[in-house]
């Protein structure tokens, strides 16, 4: 193996996460991703289950003023993400015209002599 070759399998390792398995091209590989995909869902599902099972059995001990409290939090965070959506459409607004000018700017011809001289400091 020459230089390249160590280069390459360096480089292949180092770019490579830890416990990554590098599959080949084939149908053989197919199937293996195939059944772990499968294997995942059935896995995600399982402790989905379990967690729903756990949270069936646990007791809930809530009196009025943190039922209250939590209501009153979930209203300020509805608030706040209308805040958002509405701070999120000006900026689109804003990107929207700023792309809008810079293509006007684009097609027009401009002299390259700025239109304001710095004044010589005495």
Do not use: Y
């Amino acid at each position: 193996m020459g230089i390249q070759g160590i280069k390459s399998n360096v480089k292949r390792n180092v770019l490579q996460k830890k416990g990554t398995i590098v599959l080949r091209d084939g149908p053989e590989n197919d199937e293996l991703m195939r059944r772990l995909r499968a294997w995942k869902l059935k896995k995600r599902e399982f402790q989905n289950n379990k967690f729903m099972e756990k949270l069936g059995h646990s007791p809930v001990d809530l009196d009025d003023a943190s039922i209250k409290i939590l209501i009153l939090k979930l209203m300020e965070i509805e608030i706040l993400l209308k805040e958002v959506g509405r701070q999120k459409k000006k900026l689109s607004k804003h990107a929207r015209r700023k792309k809008h000018a810079k293509k006007l700017r684009g097609s027009q011809h401009r002299s390259t002599i700025p239109e304001t001289i710095p004044e010589e400091e005495q």
